[in-house]
C-alpha cells in the first residue's frame, strides 16, 4: 500500500545492486564469509522497483527471497566469492545508480584445495590469501558524466567499529564516490532495523533508525533527487 503511494522517483531508471556477503572457499566444504544478511541491499532493491525502476540485484549466499519478483522488475544474479560478485557486476555497469551494499571479502584464499583438507595433517594448514579487487572503486572509474550528472550515481555502504563519521567520508574520497552510506546499528547485522549516517560532498547527516525497508525508501527518495 505505501508502495502505491510513493511517488515513481525512479521510473525508467535502472539501478544495480550488490548485496549480502561473499564466501571465500578454503577446500569443497570450508570457506571464510561474513556476517552480512543481505537484508538491506533487498531492501533498496525492493524501494527501487517501488520507485518504478528496473533492478539488476547481485547477491552473495543468502536465504532471502527476491523482492516484487513478480513485477518482473528485478534481475538477480546469484554469486559465491568476491571475484565472481566482481565479474558480474563489471558487466552491468551500465545503469543510472549503483548501490554496493555488498559484504565484499577483501581477501581470498590463494590456492582453494581441490579435495577436502583432512584433520590428520600433523599442523593446521597455513591459509595464504590474495587480495580481492574493489568492487565499488571499480565501477567508480567508469562514471561519465552526462547532461552535468554522473553516470551511474555511485552510493557506498560503511560499517565501522570506530570512527563512523570520519573511516566513512576518508572512504568516499577514495573510492572517488559522491555519496556512502554508515551504518549505524545499533546491532546491524542480520537485524530488520538500523539507523543510517549518509555522507555526501555537503557533509553529513543522520536518518532516524527506523526499520531497514523504511530507510531503504528515504535513501531512494533522496538519491533519485540526484540523478
Ligand atoms: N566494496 C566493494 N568491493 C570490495 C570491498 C568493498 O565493492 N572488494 C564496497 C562495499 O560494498 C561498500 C564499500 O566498498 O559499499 C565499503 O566497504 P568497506 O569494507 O567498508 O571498505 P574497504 O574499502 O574494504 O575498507 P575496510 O574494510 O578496510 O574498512
Ligand atoms: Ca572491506
Redesign the pocket.
Known amino acids: 500500500l505505501i508502495a502505491f503511494f510513493q511517488k515513481k522517483s525512479l521510473l525508467g531508471k535502472r539501478v544495480l545492486i ?1 548485496a549480502g556477503p561473499t564466501f571465500e572457499a578454503i577446500d569443497p566444504v570450508r570457506g571464510i564469509t561474513n556476517r552480512s544478511s543481505g537484508k538491506m541491499g533487498f531492501a533498496i532493491a525492493r524501494a527501487a522497483v517501488e520507485a518504478g525502476a528496473e533492478v539488476h540485484l547481485i547477491t552473495g549466499p543468502c536465504d532471502l527471497t527476491t523482492p516484487l519478483a513478480a513485477t518482473g522488475k528485478i534481475t538477480r544474479t546469484n554469486v559465491v566469492s ?1 571475484k565472481e560478485m566482481h565479474a558480474a557486476t563489471m558487466q552491468s555497469t551500465d545503469c543510472d545508480i549503483f548501490f ?5 571479502a ?1 581477501w581470498g584464499i590463494a590456492k582453494p584445495a581441490k579435495d577436502k583438507i583432512k584433520r590428520q595433517v600433523r599442523q593446521a594448514p597455513d591459509l595464504e590469501f590474495v587480495a ?5 572503486a571499480d565501477v567508480a572509474k567508469t562514471v561519465k558524466t552526462k547532461g552535468g550528472k554522473l553516470h551511474p550515481y555511485c552510493v ?5 567499529s570506530t570512527d563512523l563519521q570520519k ?1 566513512a567520508e576518508e ?1 568516499r574520497k577514495r ?1 572517488g564516490i559522491p555519496m556512502i552510506v554508515g551504518n549505524i546499528g545499533p546491532d546491524t547485522f542480520g537485524s530488520d532495523l538500523n539507523q543510517l549516517l549518509i555522507v555526501d560532498e555537503s557533509g553529513s547527516k543522520k536518518m532516524a533508525q527506523a526499520e531497514k525497508l523504511q530507510l531503504a525508501r528515504q535513501l531512494i527518495q533522496l538519491v533519485a533527487k540526484k540523478i
Open positions: 550488490t568476491a554496493a551494499v555488498a559484504a565484499v577483501d580481492n579487487l574493489d568492487i565499488l557506498g555502504f560503511a560499517a565501522e573511516h572512504k573510492k
